[in-house]
């Protein structure tokens, strides 16, 4: 008794891919054949090579954000209705800073005062938001320790303040001067509070890229900080820097408990909540028309598989009269869509994959063909983000192209299957 061969047995892909390669002269549809691939390649190659663009731009500007600030703030509620009133200050910020330092995820933990008073220089007046921190903790913001442009001495941070560049040009001060600062919120008298004065000298100007930051920045000491703004054993919050600060909402919990029932926090996403949500949004966008891309390539392999059905109709009359069944004869022609669907997207990876590793090399090339330093490029608008292949986007192109692929092979494949070998072997 005669058996029926497993589906996909070794001569249905004998088949296909003598109809793969076949000559136009011969019936096939080679050159149709080269376009679908060289097609789906180039799509899967734009989907994957933008892909890891766009999480290089986000893990940029995620840097950019942090670079300068905290993953992280730790603030105390005022208790007013408590038998002892208790204000927003921290004044137990060593031990608190101990217990968040053991914490497993938190990689630096900086207690700050926080306040915002009028810079003064020359009668060039400018608002200014006031950190008071210490140098060891300054040192672990690399865009302020280690920023793009930098005047004077870090290491002379005990002696004076240390402010932005684009706050410096403003008010017309450089390194060396003394800039005056002005807070409402001084020593307490019999009159309300009086008005506090002093001058500081500038000894570390600083350009870390964020304008918000270089606009209105000042750093100065903690202790120095405690005692200008009447902080003395206190500060105002205490800030932590993450290991992986895209898991700060998961350390959130942790965070509360071992900081106390007073405690509440902010995070770098409540800070940057809209920027991220634009940058969803964006995300979506891009990889919807790269999908529409992709999809129009795929269309190629129907337009080839039609006309490889219409020239083999007499080999598929031959083929069902010798015993081959409807399912063997779609199995057949799907192999033939779907191998060059597969091929196309392996072909696109890899290149999506060499363009992203190689994407400084791309830049020069750009540099040098423009004949601008990349420097007076960004200065016109131009961007020029890092790229970063993950295995997600990776599997969501794969994915993407070989569904589509496969999905719309399977509708010519089905018509060739239903041929009737009468009428294809007519005319014969």
């Not at 309300?192 to 004065?197: A, D, T």
């Not at 920027?275 to 990889?287: E, G, H, S, T, V």
Request: aromatic content about 8%; overall charge neutral.
């Amino acid at each position: 008794m005669a058996t029926t061969p497993a589906p996909f047995a070794p001569f249905e892909w004998k088949i296909a891919w003598r109809y793969l390669r076949a000559r136009r002269a011969e019936g096939g549809v080679s050159v149709m054949t080269w376009i679908s691939l060289i097609g789906i390649t180039l799509a899967v190659f734009a989907l994957v090579s933008t892909l890891a663009v766009r999480e290089g731009l986000r893990s940029d500007i995620v840097q950019t954000m942090l670079g300068a600030n905290a993953h992280m703030d730790v603030h105390y509620r005022r208790d007013l209705q408590a038998e002892i009133p208790k204000d927003h200050l921290i004044r137990d910020y060593d031990d608190l800073s101990a217990r968040l330092a053991d914490m497993a995820g938190v990689e630096d933990v900086a207690p700050l005062v926080r306040a915002q008073v009028m810079g003064s220089y020359q009668g060039r007046n400018m608002p200014v938001d006031v950190y008071g921190i210490t140098l060891d903790d300054l040192r672990d913001y690399p865009m302020i320790a280690e920023a793009e442009d930098s005047w004077g001495d870090l290491a002379r941070f005990g002696e004076g303040v240390a402010i932005g560049g684009a706050l410096a040009r403003q008010l017309g001060i450089g390194v060396g001067d003394r800039l005056k600062l002005v807070s409402p919120d001084g020593a307490r008298t019999p009159m309300g509070r009086s008005v506090r004065v002093s001058a500081y000298e500038v000894v570390y100007v600083f350009t870390s890229g964020q304008g918000f930051v270089d606009q209105s920045r000042l750093y100065m000491p903690l202790s120095e900080a405690q005692s200008f703004f009447n902080r003395e054993g206190a500060v105002d919050q205490v800030d932590l820097r993450l290991s992986d600060p895209l898991r700060a909402e998961a350390l959130i919990l942790p965070v509360l408990e071992t900081a106390g029932d007073r405690a509440y926090l902010y995070t770098w996403r409540d800070r940057a909540g809209g920027m991220i949500r634009a940058l969803k949004m964006q995300d979506n966008a891009i990889f919807i028309v790269l999908a529409i891309l992709v999809l129009i390539a795929a269309l190629n392999i129907v337009s080839g598989l039609i006309m490889l059905v219409k020239n083999k109709g007499r080999d598929i009359g031959i083929l069902r009269t010798i015993g081959l069944t409807q399912g063997a004869v779609l199995r057949v022609f799907f192999i033939c869509g779907a191998s060059v669907g597969t091929a196309g997207t392996v072909f696109g990876v890899i290149l999506g994959v060499i363009f992203a590793l190689n994407i400084d090399s791309v830049y020069a090339f750009v540099d040098w063909a423009s004949g601008s330093g990349v420097r007076d490029l960004e200065a016109n608008g131009f961007i020029f983000p890092s790229a970063i292949i993950t295995a997600s986007d990776v599997l969501s192109s794969v994915a993407l192209s070989m569904g589509l692929s496969w999905l719309i092979t399977y509708f010519p494949a089905r018509r060739a299957a239903r041929l009737n070998p009468v009428e294809a072997l007519r005319y014969e």
